[in-house]
Antibody, heavy 118, light 110 residues
Framework: QVQLVQSGTEVKKTGASVKVSCRASGFTRTSQGVTWVRQAPGQGLEWMGRIGADNRNAKYAQKFQGRVTMTTDAFTRTAYMELRSLRSDDTAIYFC???????????WGQGSLVTVSS | QSALTQPASVSGSPGQSITISCTGTSSDVGAYNSVSWYQQHPGKAPKLIIYDVSDRPSGVSNRFSGSKSGNTASLTISGLQAEDEADYYCTSYAGSITVVFGGGTKLTVL
């Protein structure tokens, strides 16, 4: 069964950093990238960026450039998303998803809640 | 990159058909045949239901269909069922390996 398992809930202070992990299992292909999407409480989905399976070709949404880094570890089949200089409006559920094909994300991780407060 | 425009809400009765629009620009929806749709139930992760404008992943009901005309894509759900009540999001490829999401549409089955 193909699935992505994400790390757990995080509570951070304003200005801190958070690193969310996303471990893949059951995949037969290792050449697919991972995209990251977040959802603030009661809000819609927001694309943050993506990273290639070979840990190259990272692309970030302009809004997050300079504050986010996405990486992958092919040996452990784990992707990571680090967001720095956290603000209260970064409070959200962060999802990873496999880039099954261009602009098509399947499956998704279960989501990781990140709460930022002062 | 601006979000794609979707209606905030739509509703329909069981058995009816509804259509959700997704309007972008000539730089995203209009430029590429790469529009996807996702269904999200409360507290759950999104689920891919349409890709490449009108294709369905294996296992997705054929009651879901997609289309595109110019800068606007559409998702149609026929034979509405109670389980279809959820939030729906469109996405479009926007070039240079970037993606843009729609704001989401809440579907209520009356």
């Amino acid at each position: 069964q193909v699935q992505l398992v994400q790390s757990g809930t995080e509570v951070k202070k304003t200005g801190a950093s958070v690193k969310v992990s996303c471990r893949a299992s059951g995949f037969t292909r290792t050449s697919q990238g991972v995209t990251w999407v977040r959802q603030a409480p009661g809000q819609g989905l927001e694309w943050m960026g993506r990273i290639g399976a070979d840990n190259r070709n990272a692309k970030y949404a302009q809004k997050f450039q300079g504050r986010v880094t996405m990486t992958t570890d092919a040996f452990t089949r784990t992707a990571y998303m680090e967001l720095r200089s956290l603000r209260s409006d970064d409070t959200a559920i962060y999802f990873c998803a496999r880039e099954w094909r261009l602009n098509s994300f399947d499956p998704w991780g279960q989501g990781s809640l990140v709460t930022v407060s002062s | 990159q601006s979000a794609l425009t979707q209606p905030a809400s739509v509703s329909g009765s069981p058995g009816q058909s509804i259509t959700i629009s997704c309007t972008g620009t000539s730089s995203d929806v209009g430029a590429y045949n790469s529009v996807s749709w996702y269904q999200q139930h409360p507290g759950k992760a999104p689920k891919l239901i349409i890709y490449d404008v009108s294709d369905r992943p294996s296992g997705v009901s054929n009651r879901f269909s997609g289309s595109k005309s110019g800068n606007t894509a559409s998702l149609t759900i026929s034979g509405l069922q109670a389980e279809d009540e959820a939030d729906y999001y469109c996405t479009s490829y926007a070039g240079s390996i970037t993606v843009v999401f729609g704001g989401g549409t809440k579907l209520t089955v009356l």
